[in-house]
T-cell receptor, first 114, second 117 residues
Framework: AQSVTQLGSHVSVSEGALVLLRCNYSSSVPPYLFWYVQYPNQGLQLLLKYTTGATLVKGINGFEAEFKKSETSFHLTKPSAHMSDAAEYFCSMNYGGATNKLIFGTGTLLAVQP | GAVVSQHPSWVICKSGTSVKIECRSLDFQATTMFWYRQFPKQSLMLMATSNEGSKATYEQGVEKDKFLINHASLTLSTLTVTSAHPEDSSFYIC?????????????FGPGTRLTVL
């Protein structure tokens, strides 16, 4: 079965510290993977995506993620956290073939401490 | 580019009434739109896939007669929650796929907060 798992529903880091949000997937076909950010009472904003090609993907706001097939992972990182990074982050996978449905992980709430 | 709007952004209604939520792609055409539901502090759950000019495809467990979806044009899809009850209170988010863009990318609206009293 296809699924997306995010380890850690809450992550807290200090401002300036490394951000690491974990995402693992299960898929019978090569996946397209996405990271989205959601601020309170708002929709989702795409941070970055992996489809094919280079496995290290750079996104907006200094975030990047690396697709590791051998580990079935797509962890999101940022070298230095900023207060404005505090939000909910969702990892998702395209699983629907022609319909392009997305399946989402349960989300990780990132808190940034001053 | 690739902006999706939703209207209203929030709505409060009495139990038993129907509520219509609009999802519009403002600067692109979307043959496919998706409707999600998000409970507090939870992930998004796909409710249905809406295709322009055809019937929506509902996910398992979603009541078709309760959540009516209409996708009448390439820029507009509507979700009507019929005979709403307090358990329908939730955050509803739509997304749209650009007809001319990568077929793997969805653009999300800002969401609609529905509260049923």
């Amino acid at each position: 079965a296809q699924s997306v798992t995010q380890l850690g529903s809450h992550v807290s880091v200090s401002e300036g510290a490394l951000v690491l949000l974990r995402c693992n997937y299960s898929s019978s076909v090569p996946p397209y993977l996405f990271w989205y950010v959601q601020y309170p009472n708002q929709g989702l904003q795409l941070l970055l995506k992996y489809t094919t090609g280079a496995t290290l993907v750079k996104g907006i706001n200094g975030f990047e993620a690396e697709f590791k097939k051998s580990e079935t992972s797509f962890h999101l990182t940022k070298p230095s956290a900023h207060m404005s990074d505090a939000a909910e982050y969702f990892c998702s996978m395209n699983y629907g073939g022609a319909t392009n449905k997305l399946i989402f992980g349960t989300g990780t709430l990132l808190a940034v401490q001053p | 580019g690739a902006v999706v709007s939703q209207h209203p952004s929030w709505v409060i209604c009495k139990s038993g009434t129907s509520v219509k939520i609009e999802c519009r792609s403002l600067d692109f055409q979307a043959t496919t739109m998706f409707w999600y539901r998000q409970f507090p502090k939870q992930s998004l759950m796909l409710m249905a896939t809406s295709n322009e000019g055809s019937k929506a495809t509902y996910e398992q467990g979603v009541e078709k007669d309760k959540f009516l979806i209409n996708h009448a044009s390439l820029t507009l899809s509507t979700l009507t929650v019929t005979s709403a009850h307090p358990e329908d209170s939730s955050f509803y988010i739509c997304s749209a796929r650009d007809l001319l863009g990568p077929n793997n990318e969805q653009f999300f609206g800002p969401g609609t907060r529905l509260t049923v009293l």
